[in-house]
């Protein structure tokens, strides 16, 4: 069974850093772009980041120099390191498979199949 | 970045219903739209991607169109398992930027 599982979130003051991981049964992240993606309470779905199985990344502006993602082909694992961290980065944090797919008219298309059933990551004093 | 704007906000509607959210792209992404629903407390789920295409399990009741900046998402027998907030989503560039979301109510 494809499944993803975080792990790692908690309660952190402003200004402290915190990694929370993602585990991968039923396929194998280093063949697969991921992504992590997060939701304030009461709020929408945020794009944090991403990682193409080539191994570029990208980030959100509002985490750029402070997250990093990151993957361990040995645990099959995805991470995000998250430094400085403030009250505004208080949310549920996903992280999700970018599936990519070749369509018949040649276009390469991405979107997120597989999902974890998120962390809670909570910065306060 | 790609802004990209839902509407309704919130849509009351009764099972049986058809049901249509629209979503607006601030500049072209040609089909690189997705929709998701989210069931309160859950994790996301997939239910269209390419802005037409059902992805796999998910009932043909969804359905999506659209293009270029001007998208869809229709429900055309709401179910009670239906009642969710959707978010359209698009992957033409980074940030793969969602939208805002649309709450899907029981009338």
């Known amino acids: 069974e494809v499944q993803l599982v975080e792990s790692g979130g908690g309660l952190i003051q402003p200004g402290g850093s915190l990694r929370i991981s993602c585990a991968a049964s039923?396929?194998?992240?280093?063949?697969?772009?991921m992504s992590w993606v997060r939701q304030a309470p009461g709020k929408g779905l945020e794009w944090v980041s991403v990682?193409?199985?080539?191994?570029?990344?990208d980030y959100a502006d509002s985490v750029k120099g402070r997250f990093t993602i990151s993957r361990d082909n040995s645990k099959n694992s995805l991470y995000l390191q998250m430094s400085s961290l403030r009250v505004e980065d208080t949310a549920v944090y996903y992280c999700?498979?970018?599936?990519?797919?070749?369509?018949?008219?040649?276009?390469?298309?991405?979107?997120?199949?597989?999902w974890g059933k998120g962390t809670t990551v909570t910065v306060s004093s | 970045d790609i802004q990209m704007t839902q509407s309704p906000s919130s849509l009351s509607a009764s099972v049986g219903d058809r049901v249509t959210i629209t979503c607006r792209a601030s500049?072209?992404?040609?089909?690189?739209l997705n929709w998701y629903q989210q069931q309160p407390g859950k994790a996301p789920k997939l239910l269209i991607y390419?802005?037409?295409s059902l992805q796999s399990g998910v009932p043909p009741r969804f359905s999506g169109s659209g293009s270029g900046t001007d998208f869809t998402l229709t429900i055309s027998s709401l179910q009670p398992g239906d009642f969710a907030t959707y978010y359209c989503?698009?992957?033409?560039?980074?940030?793969?930027?969602f939208g805002q979301g649309t709450k899907l109510e029981i009338k």
């Open positions: 999700a498979r970018v599936w990519q797919h070749l369509d018949t008219s040649l276009y390469y298309y991405y979107y997120m199949d597989v």
């Open positions: 039923g396929f194998t992240v280093s063949n697969n772009h």
């Open positions: 990682i193409y199985s080539g191994g570029s990344t």
């Open positions: 500049q072209s992404i040609n089909t690189y």
């Open positions: 390419g802005a037409s």
């Open positions: 989503q698009q992957s033409y560039s980074t940030p793969y930027t």
